[in-house]
């Protein structure tokens, strides 16, 4: 939010007729601990009673609601050594996206430091603090498990705004839409003419709920600014889910060799990062037995799903970095805020994601793949260029897919060679086709006089409990198939 936005903020939260179980007012600063508890309460409250957000003032009166101004600065305020924003995010639980505003408020008599804490508000499940829950009860702080009718709410909660309807920007004017959204990339990737008047361009944008229209005034939408912001720094709401790529010199990151944050939004950056991404990569002079001319390491297809997957599926409400793609000499690491919806193991076969709204664009401009496909398409590919079997891995607050350069299969360890053949396996599945002896060989390059090699791979594989036979009752040992351990 701009000065003049938390102008009208402050003074619309200070007519309210007193505090409540979604806005508190503070003078000045007392205690980390007391934020903390009031980050937990502000946001529970503010889903119960429907708000957006939840709003803690620094700089108001209690009491009378007068803006007196503050001496606290969150900014240069230390806590064990940490900054504020970060030692209060580490002690959430689900780490929310809240945003510290300092600003100056100018009235007739004086300028006053004023600052406000706005706290979306908590997402079917309560939001805690150094794991204890709280809420306002009236203008009161309490533990949220002394009032069980009211957690019982916040996890039965329905109906509340997705992230991407919610507003990234508000009351702006229609000259502000085209100077912020890039509206001539919309028309261009869908193919279609760019209208000859601005009303039309609105229109088509407000169809698609990048914008709405309220009392004369016009509101961008989360998805407007995600898709087609010109720079997402200007969006508080989304400025921090840039897609960020690393380049490093080595299988670690100690050394850097480049860094770029992609400031537009993903519509029309996606190109962009897909270009920067193929630039950086290997070739390889021969991968496998199939490609004996020069090729790239890695298949585009695979890499244009990784990252239009690790945009999709982030948790947006996760407070900190967005869509993250690192890439080293042996691998490359593709990372976003928050956990999947299913477990890794079903990530070939079945799809959920918690921003449908966004998936859904960006199938229409052809960004993604049909809902369900996009991770057969990168374990085919990396079967076709011979690469060991991609890796889906879920790390405390984040989902990482990792893809590797080519490697000898007497390189591979154990568990890279299971978690190829589980991937084979959930393939053939799909393809409504069985594994055998003979397809794994073929995914492997193994020659055929070594079928040992393989039956050991399939041996290793059924111990693991990943796959079984599809019929265990079968005599003949010879023609075996076999299914994943969920068919």
């Known amino acids: ?43 529970n409250g503010a889903c119960l009673f429907n708000q957006q957000n939840g709003y803690m003032v620094f700089g108001v009166k209690d009491a009378l609601q007068t803006i007196d101004g503050t001496s ?48 979306p508000a908590a997402l079917h499940q309560p939001v805690k603090f150094n794991h204890v829950g709280y809420i306002r009860i009236g203008s009161y702080t309490r ?41 001539q990339s919309y028309f261009e990737l869908l193919k279609l003419p760019y209208p000859t008047n601005r009303e039309a361009v609105l229109e088509k944008f407000a169809s698609e709920k990048f914008i709405k229209s309220v009392s004369g005034k016009f509101q961008i939408t989360n998805l407007g600014a995600i898709l087609f912001a010109k720079n997402l720094d200007e969006f508080d709401q989304v400025s921090r889910k840039s897609v960020r790529i690393i380049v490093y010199n080595g299988n670690n990151r100690v050394f850097t060799e480049r860094e770029i944050n992609v400031k537009k939004g993903y519509a029309i950056g996606f190109k962009g990062i897909i270009d920067f991404i193929n630039s950086q990569l290997p070739a390889n002079e021969v991968i496998g037995k199939v490609f004996r001319n020069e090729a790239r390491m890695y298949p585009e297809i695979a890499i244009r799903e990784l990252v239009a997957n690790t ?69 085919f590919n990396a079967e076709l260029y011979q690469l060991p079997a991609p890796d889906f891995q879920v790390q405390e607050k984040h989902t990482k897919s990792i ?14 060679k299971i978690r190829a053949t589980y991937q084979h396996v959930c393939l053939c599945y799909v393809s409504n086709e069985k594994m055998t002896n003979q397809s794994l060989r073929k995914r492997f390059q193994i020659a055929e006089h070594n079928y040992s090699i393989a039956s050991r791979i399939i041996r290793d594989t059924l111990q693991s409990k990943l796959i079984k036979e599809d019929d265990p009752e079968s005599n003949s040992r010879k023609f075996v198939k076999y299914v994943p351990f969920w068919a």
């Open 72 to 119: 606290f600065r969150p900014s240069f305020h230390k806590q064990k050594g940490q900054e504020l924003e970060t030692w209060l995010l580490h002690r959430l639980d689900p780490r929310i996206d809240f945003r510290i505003y300092e600003f100056i408020y100018e009235d007739l008599l004086d300028k006053k430091q004023i600052v406000i804490f706005e706290i």
């Open 311 to 379: 945009i999709i599926h982030q948790d947006f409400k996760e407070k900190g970095t967005g869509p993250m793609v690192e890439i080293f000499k042996d691998r490359i690491e593709f990372t976003n805020p928050g956990l999947p919806l299913i477990t890794t193991n079903r990530f070939i076969d079945e799809y959920q994601s918690r921003n449908e709204i966004l998936a859904s664009f960006m199938r229409k401009i052809g960004i993604c793949e049909e809902k369900g496909s996009g991770i057969d398409k990168v374990i």
């Open 143 to 183: 533990k949220l498990n002394e009032f069980p009718e009211k957690e019982a709410k916040i996890w039965n909660k329905k109906g509340q705004k997705a992230f991407e309807e919610e507003f990234a920007k508000r009351n702006i004017t229609a000259d502000d839409i085209i100077g912020l959204l890039d509206t």
């Open 1 to 43: 939010m701009n000065e003049q936005e938390l102008r009208e903020l402050l003074e619309q939260l200070v007519r309210l007729p007193k505090e409540c179980e979604w806005v508190e007012f503070k003078l000045n600063f007392h205690s980390a601990e007391e934020i903390g508890e009031r980050l937990s309460a502000l946001a």
């Open 403 to 416: 893809m590797y350069s080519f490697k000898e299969l007497n390189d591979m360890d154990r568990n890279d």
